[in-house]
């Protein structure tokens, strides 16, 4: 036990002192086509979608979708720290699937715009990787225990785990007409020990978390 809150203690008094832990916050990246529409999300008090544009809009008149490759955002103001080029490629192509997939318990997935079509524009603007083995120990030891037990109360970030950031920009397919759009930030539960196995891990629960709630918010 006193070993276990060795190893734990400096990691997560670091967390605390220099927030170094957690990827930074998602920004109006400038590179977006919708980032001037963009504004602060007072709704959101998770701290998930802290920015948004969106239209009234019934989605219910929609029954297709194109799903847009998926764009790694190259702007000088990514999130994407030390990730390497390999694991963006990789996070991009898992985020094409797992949404493309959602999506298709709801819309017909399609290729061509026509009326009653929406075409969903996803970009990979950040990610973190999973810290190697104080990732996992942050969650069993004492010190990091208390900490994530607190954070995984609160909705809020895990220590030493990865995320991802992205944008979605959701148009009428037939007019272009941007109908929706917000940069979010998905993470996994502070306590899922599974998220923190190995390096993307916990990004991929944060693609996975974004797909769904992308679906929640269509239906």
């Not at 170094?20 to 007072?42: F, I, K, M, R, W």
């Amino acid at each position: 036990m006193i070993k276990n809150l060795k190893i734990g203690a400096a990691p997560m008094l670091a967390c605390l002192s220099l927030a170094s832990c957690t990827t930074p916050d998602p920004t109006v990246y400038a590179g977006l086509a919708s980032a001037s529409q963009l504004q602060p999300n007072t709704e959101d008090k998770t701290g998930r979608v802290p920015y948004r544009y969106r239209t009234n809009v019934n989605w219910s008149q929609y029954n297709r979708i194109i799903v847009d490759p998926v764009t790694v955002y190259r702007g000088p103001d990514n999130q994407f720290g030390k990730v390497s080029e390999k694991d963006r490629i990789f996070l991009a192509n898992y985020m094409q699937e797992q949404f493309a997939e959602q999506l298709k318990t709801r819309f017909a997935v399609v290729s061509t715009p026509a009326p009653a079509t929406l075409r969903l524009h996803l970009t990979l603007t950040g990610a973190k990787s999973t810290t190697a083995v104080l990732g996992t120990v942050t969650r069993i030891d004492v010190a990091g225990g208390l900490y994530n037990t607190v954070q995984a109360a609160r909705g809020r970030e895990g220590s030493m785990t990865g995320s991802v950031n992205s944008a979605v920009e959701i148009y009428d397919a037939a007019s272009n007409r941007l109908l929706s759009s917000y940069v979010t930030k998905q993470y996994p539960n502070a306590m899922n020990i599974g998220a923190s196995f190995t390096a993307m891990d916990a990004s991929m629960v944060g693609v996975r978390k974004g797909a769904d709630a992308l679906l929640a918010e269509l239906k």
